[in-house]
């Protein structure tokens, strides 16, 4: 039998957002890390684009913005499968 905290990790494991440009990025935890440290390190080379995987395995060109978008996207959507599965 699956422990609510086993199908909240398999349901964020799976986890995609769409962000307003229309790109799709996974949004697992380690997607999130990955996220977040592409943003610091945005910052710190004062760069406003990277290249990124999409969830479907396509390449493209990010913005600092959209990638805090997706990251924002990710967390909230962590968040509500984390309360509703209980």
């Given at each position: ?14 986890t ?35 290249n ?35």
């Open positions: 039998m699956t422990t609510a905290k086993e199908y909240r990790l398999l349901a964020i494991s799976k995609t957002v769409m962000t307003a440009n229309g790109n799709v990025f996974d949004a697992d935890e380690e997607s999130q890390n990955r996220m977040a440290r592409a943003i610091i390190s945005m910052q710190l080379a004062q760069v406003n684009e990277t990124w995987i999409l969830a479907n395995n396509t390449p493209t060109v990010v913005t600092m913005t959209e990638l805090g978008e997706a990251l924002k996207l990710a967390g909230q959507e962590q968040t509500r499968i984390w309360t509703t599965y209980r």
